[in-house]
């Protein structure tokens, strides 16, 4: 089970804006994408959660542009949960150009666990929190996730 998440994204012509890089959309279609995917990973499919009868909601988002993407571009998007809490938790995101160090954006979405029936906030259940590892930003392990 990674403790950091890795999906190759290939930039495509729908993901530019009219100031022709990527757009704003794009990158949280791909945010909430490669939080599923890292779920689905760790057990968590869409159908575990509806049996369990609560799920993840987004409560916000936060994105820092580094560097422009564009059409043709390949990107690297790395997740990993930062911080885990009682009924919440916060997903962190790199993405680089593949074989460029350099970030083109940072990101981070504060997800709140959510009762189905109720619409409520309710407290993360032990299995679903022990299928994610915290990773703090200082962890090691970050300084060489990139390429």
């Known amino acids: 089970m990674p403790r950091l998440f890795l999906a190759r994204i290939p930039v495509a012509a729908a993901d530019i804006d009219v100031n022709d890089h990527v757009g704003n959309l794009a990158y949280l279609r791909w945010m909430q994408d490669v939080a599923t995917a890292h779920s689905q990973a760790q057990g968590w499919t869409l159908e575990a959660y509806a049996a369990l009868g609560a799920g993840w909601f987004v409560r916000s988002h936060s994105i820092e542009y580094h560097l422009p993407a564009h059409a043709g571009d390949v990107l690297l998007l790395r997740t990993w949960v930062g911080e885990m809490k009682s009924s919440s938790c916060v997903r962190r995101f790199l993405f680089l150009r593949e074989g460029d160090p350099r970030p ?44």
């Open 104 to 147: 083109v954006a940072t990101a981070r979405t504060r997800w709140a666990f959510v009762d189905f029936a109720s619409g409520r906030p309710v407290r993360i259940p032990p299995e679903v929190a022990s299928a994610f590892a915290v990773v703090p930003d200082d962890d090691p392990e970050l300084r060489t996730a990139r390429p």
